[in-house]
């Protein structure tokens, strides 16, 4: 009864009717396209979602049925899924350090909006992309950094130009033709809208000190997911701050605002079911899913605390709730959750952990160490 059903109606509907041994990534369709509204509606400029995040088909598709018409890939793989899935949308390939094999797969793709953040790449850019892809011109956007604030993990360790180099770059592709313009990330999950005021105002700087109108601006990522209760990400009031900023620094005649959400898109149409393999003398749970799987990244940024814990009959638990270290399944010291969870005191092995807001670098990040893993998919009509 019910396994042979494609759409679920929630992920205790899943519990019940299949109490999987498996982990399971479901999906609401239904969420992800109404937060694709929420930023079409609200972010004033073009929302491209960063496909890094999760690049499942499905997402891709809804995406576009909700009317995303922009993508940030990564890599050729990035480039080619999106050209297939979404052969009208526009591609910024904004991973500012690429292969000559990497470069030439783009040009060769059409490819026409780049990221750069040093010399040494730009001069690479300049050795092979063209000024103009099939009449229109190609759009090279240095990035740059700031010191990160309110954000749960710094990009800025890995990429961006000081403003200074920025500038200096800036000049460069103007001088060489291509479509100047101005890009950065203000870090993951970040909450602090100021963040996004502080770097669009060093950005009128750097365009001062280059001489140069930048054409688009590039807020980046970091629009937060909904991780923690009660504290729901207040994307209005992000948005608002871009504008008003962007509006104060250049005036009415400013560049064109660009922005690639991945996280704040994906992650909260997702929820991740994780079943208790053992709780280990009432202190130590044990799920069979952990930081080698679909939770790798929380010891990165923090623990999920939007989690339900049912019976195998998918009622939920409802003892006091205390504190419990979890593990994942592998023989690996490392599987760990950072912290302690606040759980249910009555939390039995059998039982099914739920993870809300999972879909975002979770899908991709499965390794099947130690032979775990084994993650299976679903889609479901709601999450509660």
Known sequence: MGQHKTVWDNPADIIRHLAPEH?????APTV????????????????TYAVKSNPEEAVIQNLVAAGVRGFDVASPFEIDLIGRLAPNAARHYHNPVR???EIAHAVKAGIRAWSVDSRSELE????????EVDGKGVEISPRFKLPVLGAAYDFGSKFGATPELAAELLAEVAQRGYIASLTFHPGTQCTDPIAWESYIRVAKDICDMAGVKAQRLNVGGGFPSH?????EPDLATIFQEIADTATEMFGEDGPAL???????????AYALITRVKGVRDGAHVFLNDGVYGGLAELPIIGNIDRIEVLDPQGNPRGGERAGRVLF?????????????MALPEDIAEGDFVIFHGAGAYSTVTNTRFN?????????VMSLS
């Not at 690479?124 to 000024?131: G, I, M, N, R, W």
């Open 227 to 231: 991780r923690v209760v009660g504290v």
């Open 32 to 47: 992800l396209q109404d937060r694709a509204r929420q930023f079409l509606e609200g972010f004033p400029g073009l929302v």
């Open 23 to 27: 982990p399971v990534m479901v999906f």
């Open 328 to 340: 994942g399944p592998t023989c690996d010291s490392v599987d760990r959750l950072p912290g302690e």
């Open 258 to 268: 660009v922005c690639e959400p991945g996280r704040g898109l994906c992650a909260d």
């Open 124 to 131: 690479k850019l300049f050795a092979q992309v063209p000024t």
């Open 371 to 379: 032979g775990f893993g084994a993650m299976t998919q679903a889609t």
């Open 99 to 101: 292969s000559k094999s």
